[in-house]
């Protein structure tokens, strides 16, 4: 799922702010706009065990991000593993979604599975329900998944590694034309 092909233009109703400020997108909308990666059924109904090893949380201007997107499902489509890439046009939306303590709570995660959310905050000694809360907006981007446990929710992160780029270029001359 790519989370940010829409331009300021582009966007409608469907957008929404999460309480951490981070624009949430309605997955069916930005399906339909992308054209690339979750129209082709990339990742739609994946197994999480078969998700691919890498994930890259990518700042990129839209043009860059779907020239890619379009390799990555040909290199998909030809039967190559390809990392899942979640995009986000303004840098300040990748920071706001990778504070210090959810990369920390990543790191925990990846390194061993807890048994429960309450598990994941004792070991980080941190309040429940701030992990909690933390574990839900890396679910919304697809970053983490649960596995039920009884009562309890087990969350895991199903790639082996998480690339993080940040792209920051001056503008080129075909930049700064005014569109027509």
């Given at each position: 799922m790519t989370n940010d092909d829409k331009t300021d233009?582009?966007?409608?109703?469907?957008?929404?702010?999460?309480?951490?400020g981070i624009e949430v997108r309605d997955t069916a909308a930005a399906n339909a706009i992308a054209g690339t990666d979750?129209?082709?059924?990339?990742l739609a109904d994946?197994?999480?065990?078969a998700y691919p090893p890498v994930l890259r949380i990518t700042s990129e201007?839209?043009?860059?991000?779907?020239?890619?997107a379009i390799d990555r499902?040909?290199?998909?489509?030809?039967?190559?593993?390809?990392?899942?890439?979640?995009n986000f046009q303004?840098?300040?939306?990748l920071r706001a979604l990778l504070t210090d303590r959810r990369v920390e709570l990543l790191r925990?995660?990846?390194?061993?599975?807890?048994?429960?959310?309450r598990g994941l905050a004792d070991r980080l000694d941190r309040d429940v329900k701030t992990v909690h809360d933390d574990l839900q907006v890396l679910a919304?981007?697809?970053?983490?998944?649960?596995?039920?446990?009884?009562?309890?929710?087990?969350?895991?992160?199903?790639?082996?590694?998480?690339?993080?780029?940040?792209?920051?270029?001056?503008?080129?001359?075909?930049?700064?034309?005014?569109?027509?």
């Open positions: 233009d582009d966007k409608t109703n469907d957008d929404k702010t999460n309480d951490d979750a129209e082709a059924g990339f994946r197994d999480p065990e201007p839209e043009r860059d991000h779907r020239r890619d499902l040909e290199r998909w489509e030809a039967g190559e593993t390809v990392p899942h890439v979640i303004n840098p300040s939306d925990s995660v990846m390194a061993e599975q807890p048994e429960s959310i919304e981007y697809d970053i983490v998944h649960f596995e039920p446990d009884g009562r309890a929710k087990r969350p895991f992160v199903p790639y082996e590694t998480i690339e993080v780029s940040l792209e920051i270029s001056t503008p080129g001359s075909a930049d700064d034309a005014a569109p027509a």
